[in-house]
């Protein structure tokens, strides 16, 4: 079975840092990885996705993240906070075959400060 | 636009009730899902369907039923034996249950008890 592990629950930076939020996911099959945003009282929104190809991915409002086999993790990074990054961020991690079980880390909340 | 409505937005059970919670998807999406959100504790599957008239449970689906009846529709209800349904309920939607596909989600309901 596959798993997520989202290292800190609570990132702060100030506006214009470098942003970094930390997955690390389990599986024993070469997994498909996800991450989304959540917005108070919203639903969740894909930024970005690996699937297969290229290890480095670009998603949406700047975000991208590494697919890194060897250190089995998947961190999103950007490199200037802004303000309205402010929300949660969830990691999530599927396999192939016949699970078609999508399952999510915990979230980060990311807050920036002016 | 294309998306995935559900309704209400807020919903209020009394004891000893069943409540439905509203899922429509226009995307032509073939699968679609349930989650349910706690503080803390990431998303967790409650029920997933890939096709019209089949469904699977998910890892949390006591005291939950779901029906899929038309393609763009999948209704949660939330029964009686859930003892703890005060949460925020998330319906997603995938164009097929493969793994790779990323889901698509509505803005949620967020169920409390009076």
């Known amino acids: 079975a596959q798993s997520v592990t989202q290292l800190g629950s609570h990132v702060s930076v100030s506006e214009g840092a470098l942003v970094l939020l930390r997955c690390n996911y389990s599986?024993?099959?070469?997994?498909?990885l996800f991450w989304y945003v959540q917005y108070p009282n919203q639903g969740l929104q894909l930024l970005l996705k690996?699937?297969?190809?290229?290890?480095l991915v670009k998603g949406i409002n700047g975000f991208e993240a590494e697919f890194k086999k060897s250190e089995t993790s998947f961190h999103l990074t950007k490199p200037s906070a802004h303000m309205s990054d402010a929300a949660e961020y969830f990691c999530?991690?599927?396999?192939?075959?016949?699970?078609?079980?999508?399952?999510f880390g915990k979230g980060t909340l990311l807050t920036v400060n002016p | 636009d294309g998306g995935i409505t559900q309704s209400p937005k807020y919903l209020f059970r009394k004891e000893g009730q069943n409540v439905t919670l509203s899922c429509e998807q226009n995307?032509?999406?073939?699968?679609m899902y349930w989650y349910r959100q706690d503080p803390g504790q990431g998303l967790r599957l409650i029920y997933y369907?890939?096709?019209?008239?089949?469904?699977q449970k998910g890892d949390i689906a006591e005291g939950y039923s779901v029906s899929r009846e038309k393609k763009e529709s999948f209704p949660l209800t939330v029964t009686s034996a859930q003892k703890n349904p005060t949460a925020f309920y998330l319906c997603?939607?995938?164009?097929?249950?493969?793994?790779?596909?990323?889901?698509?989600f509505g803005d949620g309901t967020r169920l409390s008890i009076l």
């Open positions: 690996y699937t297969t190809g290229a290890t």
């Open positions: 995307l032509n999406h073939d699968a």
């Open positions: 369907s890939q096709i019209v008239n089949d469904f």
């Open positions: 599986s024993s099959v070469p997994p498909y």
């Open positions: 997603a939607s995938s164009i097929s249950g493969a793994s790779n596909q990323p889901q698509h």
């Open positions: 999530a991690v599927s396999v192939g075959g016949s699970n078609y079980k999508l399952t």
